[in-house]
């Protein structure tokens, strides 16, 4: 069952869609009525994923996404579908953007695909961390298999072997 935090400033729709979403086996574990509320309680209850509204007083939703979108995936629920706000959203890394009125039928795979992109996205970055790093340290051998050929009159195999050696 995954936890969701819903960020909605209309009342009714808010509570509309947390039925839908329980009802459908999801724990909704917050409800914000702004994006900063939002920020706050996603850091408070690490969702699985956040459900934001675009337009939303103090914060909109968009600008709130852009600061969450390393905690967890973001799914952008609006009744506004310009090219700009999808744009924006996109930019912000946001992993989808349903346009209101929905139903469940719509928002349900967004939900599921959201957060399995998500997770697929952020094993892909620890994969290119960790390549990045045994990248550096190959390059940091073959420096100093160099230096020492270089200095000692060492084949790349006498280097290597020393290297190993004194490790």
Not at 62 to 84: G, R, W, Y
Not at 95 to 108: E, G, Q, R, S, W
Not at 113 to 140: N, P, W
Not at 143 to 162: C, D, H, Q, V, Y
Request: aromatic share 6%.
């Amino acid at each position: 069952m995954y936890r969701i935090v819903v960020a909605e400033d209309e009342t009714l729709i808010r509570m509309d869609l947390v039925e839908m979403l329980t009802e459908s086996g999801y724990q909704v574990v917050a409800q914000a009525i702004n994006g900063q509320e939002a920020i706050t309680l996603a850091t408070e209850h690490k969702p699985d994923l956040i459900i934001l509204d675009v337009k939303m007083p103090i914060l909109d939703g968009i600008s709130a996404a852009e600061q969450l979108i390393n905690m967890c995936p973001v799914l952008m629920l609006t009744a506004f579908s310009q090219k700009e706000l999808v744009e924006r959203a996109r930019d912000s890394g946001v992993m989808a953007y349903v346009v209101k009125p929905f139903t469940i039928n719509d928002l349900l795979p967004a939900i599921e695909i959201s957060i399995s992109r998500y997770r697929q996205m952020k094993t892909l970055e620890s994969e290119v961390a960790d390549l990045y790093e045994r990248l550096e340290t190959r390059k940091l051998l073959d420096r100093a298999k160099g230096i020492l050929m270089e200095a000692l009159n060492l084949t790349e195999p006498e280097a290597f072997s020393w290297i190993q050696k004194t490790a």
